[in-house]
């Protein structure tokens, strides 16, 4: 496919992408907020084009004018594939519509480095999933040395937990290192202090479309009708509140000071090529959660460090998306199996991917729970976040001449608050 | 306080109440919905009052045209004291301004019976406690016998977690029961099955005001600002699938498939003649849990439950409000603690709230796991919920002649889906 603006094969964005964000204009109000897609290193402005009659008939009302993609996900993958469909014949190579009409290229065409990305929805409500068994099973001989690593459920269910919708933050947005309550093992009693356990868990969001009624879950073989598209995904986490925290209950203060996420959300269509079958599952799972078509994606995952004596970045581990044991679907499914209502712009998290050959995707596993410290290309070294570093996580499918790109989740420690 | 509404001692909503909801008039479609406050037997359309210039130089706008909450919420305690009392005056009974207008009483004067309440406001995220001491001791005999019954963590800090807040309903709407996975103890597999213990939790849920921003956390001083008010709530629980599903991460599927709240949300003005001492807080919590004034409330709880057999509610439990161990304000400052921030409208449950004295907030405790069942009235027995019963919550705060009450918190549990 061949499309009328130039960019060079490891762009993340080529035509066969089109992910799908929410901006405005620098200098603009966040209330001019609209959605757009990116393509190379620009942005088409799709309220534009939809007030240009691009979409006639396919839209119900120009959901582009939004703040938000709820309103366009809700809409569902016919719709989603109508919109599709015009926008990669309006740039097409060959097509001049757009191409040559330098008045509407001027009021729709905008370079990246002129927007500021927003959230690509309101996300109502957030889940994490624990869906990478190297991740589970590192966790395990962490924290249970001498038992199994894996926990009787695991392999029978997607074990995931609902997290906190309202810091979920999009890429650029520092984040503050936490205080809170931890205790070491060997104290006697918990102190209030500053966390010292900092980690990133790298993770693919899922957003979803149409979503079902309380009550009525979703079957296995129309979960991809409710799946719109995947970012990338930061999930912070304060190992140390979090040792203390979570016993019965799960994570709670150690998750919820902020969750970064990539800004363009790529659409099942444009992973479609990358599709293939995941890990065996064995046990064979319960009926509900047989997957009738294979559903993992082949995406390389990476994480870059830059630090502040360091700002150039320097890549600390990758993995890939393929290793994920319980797939999108099995998630989604189990998540509304008891009858949860899935609203459009909910986000679930698959889980810290982490893979067979030493793919580890936290700094707890990296560096062991802090026993074998990092050593990056400067010479500096790390167990966990220090302030001022910045974590980057970048993500691609790789095609024959193009790359299904993400863009970058990216966000910066800021110190703590004085105590 | 004097009133030209009539209405009797045992009213829930006195003039000293003045709880607010939304709702529409039956037969009017939810786009109709706009903000009352209930009064005797009626609810007084406060978008109508506001229309008419009752509440002029108090709101930026008219929030209570809103179908929801939230932009009243965000607007903090000295409007929502300024607004208490114009409605306070307007009602009085010596004041003629609304009581002798006829035509406006026509157009703002409704009877609860003729209006369908919807939820107070858009629930951006729901988070549930643990707050209860006796309701943590009796889980944990349960579970536990052999050991300790708390654990380690929860007399340092409010023990909670993330729940899921799309399945947030109000009174009056039907709980499916759910399917799931479960595993029986003796079982080798888990198996998908109908919910075999379907049970209720007492509890009361806090909505939050202005809330803060992400990273910086509210302090313990400052925490009452930030309340708005209170409802009952019925967490509905699957024992059976939450047993299984639970470790390590907290409940997921048993229990995001419904969560009911009473419709009218009752301010901290009007429950503040009930403020009393907490129970002792022993070991002294940290620094930063520390309350500088009592936050506990006298608030009497009942549950009753209506079976189809006998439809008449009889009473099988009842506890109240001043047990919970760790306050919501101790709730909302540990909630963010490490940054996370709240929004208007975000709902945080108190957990459970069993009592020293045979106060069981749920099945569980009451048929303690099922060994002891509960008789009713009827000769019906009742470890958990069968198909067709009701569960009914109510609660007051019992004054000189009158009473804060809140209004019903009820749902009926329809049989599961076909398997
Ligand atoms: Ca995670
Ligand atoms: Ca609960
Ligand atoms: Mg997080
Ligand atoms: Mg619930
Ligand atoms: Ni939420």
């Given at each position: 496919m061949s499309c009328w603006v130039k960019y060079g094969?490891?762009?993340?964005?080529p035509i066969e992408n089109l992910p799908y964000g929410v901006f405005h204009l620098?200098?603009?109000?966040?209330?001019?907020a609209r959605v757009g897609v990116a393509i190379g290193d620009s942005v088409l402005d799709l309220k534009v084009l939809a007030n240009n009659g691009f979409f006639k008939d396919i839209?119900?009302?120009?959901?582009?004018?939004?703040?938000?993609?709820n309103s366009f996900m809700k809409l569902g993958r016919p719709t989603w594939l109508k919109v599709r469909k015009v926008l990669q014949d309006v740039l097409?190579?060959?097509?001049?519509?757009?191409?040559?009409?330098q008045e509407l290229l001027k009021k729709a065409l905008f370079p990246l480095s002129a927007i500021t990305n927003l959230l690509p929805a309101k996300i109502g409500d957030y889940t994490d999933f624990y869906s990478s068994r190297e991740h589970a099973e590192n966790m395990g001989r962490i924290?249970?040395?001498?038992?199994?690593?894996?926990?009787?459920?695991w392999l029978w269910l997607p074990v995931g937990y609902h997290g906190r919708a309202s810091s979920v933050v999009v890429s650029g947005q520092d984040i503050r290192r936490p205080n809170g309550q931890v205790k070491a093992p060997t104290a006697a009693t918990p102190s209030f202090a500053r966390c010292n356990k900092l980690d990133m868990e790298l993770e693919v969001g899922m957003f979803v479309g149409p979503g079902n009624d309380l009550g009525s879950p979703i079957s296995i073989d129309k979960a991809e009708e409710h799946i719109f598209g995947i970012v990338l995904m930061n999930d912070w986490s304060a190992r140390d509140i979090q040792a203390w925290e979570y016993v019965p209950l799960g994570p709670f203060g150690g998750k919820n000071f902020g969750t970064t996420i990539s800004p363009w959300v790529v659409t099942l269509e444009a992973l479609e090529p990358f599709r293939i079958e995941g890990p065996k599952q064995e046990?064979?799972?319960l009926s509900y959660l047989q997957p009738k078509s294979p559903f993992a994606f082949d995406i390389h995952l990476e994480v870059h460090l830059a630090t502040?004596?360091?700002?150039a970045p320097s890549q600390i581990t990758q993995s890939n998306f393929?290793?994920?044991?319980?797939?999108m679907a099995q998630q989604l499914v189990h998540h509304t199996i008891t009858g949860c209502n899935m609203v459009p712009g909910d986000l679930l998290g698959s889980g810290t991917i982490s893979g067979p050959?030493?793919?580890?995707?936290s700094l707890m596993e990296l560096s062991w729970n802090g026993k074998n410290p990092l050593v990056l290309p400067s010479g500096e070294k790390r167990t966990f976040f220090e302030d001022g570093d910045t974590c980057i996580i970048k993500g691609w499918a790789q095609g024959n001449n193009y790359r299904i790109g993400f863009g970058d989740c990216s966000g910066k420690v800021l110190p703590a608050n004085k105590i």
């Amino acid at each position: 496919m061949s499309c009328w603006v130039k960019y060079g094969e490891e762009c993340d964005f080529p035509i066969e992408n089109l992910p799908y964000g929410v901006f405005h204009l620098k200098g603009e109000d966040a209330r001019e907020a609209r959605v757009g897609v990116a393509i190379g290193d620009s942005v088409l402005d799709l309220k534009v084009l939809a007030n240009n009659g691009f979409f006639k008939d396919i839209l119900p009302f120009n959901v582009f004018a939004e703040g938000a993609l709820n309103s366009f996900m809700k809409l569902g993958r016919p719709t989603w594939l109508k919109v599709r469909k015009v926008l990669q014949d309006v740039l097409a190579k060959e097509n001049p519509i757009l191409r040559d009409n330098q008045e509407l290229l001027k009021k729709a065409l905008f370079p990246l480095s002129a927007i500021t990305n927003l959230l690509p929805a309101k996300i109502g409500d957030y889940t994490d999933f624990y869906s990478s068994r190297e991740h589970a099973e590192n966790m395990g001989r962490i924290f249970r040395p001498d038992a199994e690593p894996l926990l009787p459920n695991w392999l029978w269910l997607p074990v995931g937990y609902h997290g906190r919708a309202s810091s979920v933050v999009v890429s650029g947005q520092d984040i503050r290192r936490p205080n809170g309550q931890v205790k070491a093992p060997t104290a006697a009693t918990p102190s209030f202090a500053r966390c010292n356990k900092l980690d990133m868990e790298l993770e693919v969001g899922m957003f979803v479309g149409p979503g079902n009624d309380l009550g009525s879950p979703i079957s296995i073989d129309k979960a991809e009708e409710h799946i719109f598209g995947i970012v990338l995904m930061n999930d912070w986490s304060a190992r140390d509140i979090q040792a203390w925290e979570y016993v019965p209950l799960g994570p709670f203060g150690g998750k919820n000071f902020g969750t970064t996420i990539s800004p363009w959300v790529v659409t099942l269509e444009a992973l479609e090529p990358f599709r293939i079958e995941g890990p065996k599952q064995e046990p064979a799972p319960l009926s509900y959660l047989q997957p009738k078509s294979p559903f993992a994606f082949d995406i390389h995952l990476e994480v870059h460090l830059a630090t502040e004596a360091s700002p150039a970045p320097s890549q600390i581990t990758q993995s890939n998306f393929k290793y994920l044991y319980w797939s999108m679907a099995q998630q989604l499914v189990h998540h509304t199996i008891t009858g949860c209502n899935m609203v459009p712009g909910d986000l679930l998290g698959s889980g810290t991917i982490s893979g067979p050959d030493k793919q580890l995707g936290s700094l707890m596993e990296l560096s062991w729970n802090g026993k074998n410290p990092l050593v990056l290309p400067s010479g500096e070294k790390r167990t966990f976040f220090e302030d001022g570093d910045t974590c980057i996580i970048k993500g691609w499918a790789q095609g024959n001449n193009y790359r299904i790109g993400f863009g970058d989740c990216s966000g910066k420690v800021l110190p703590a608050n004085k105590i």
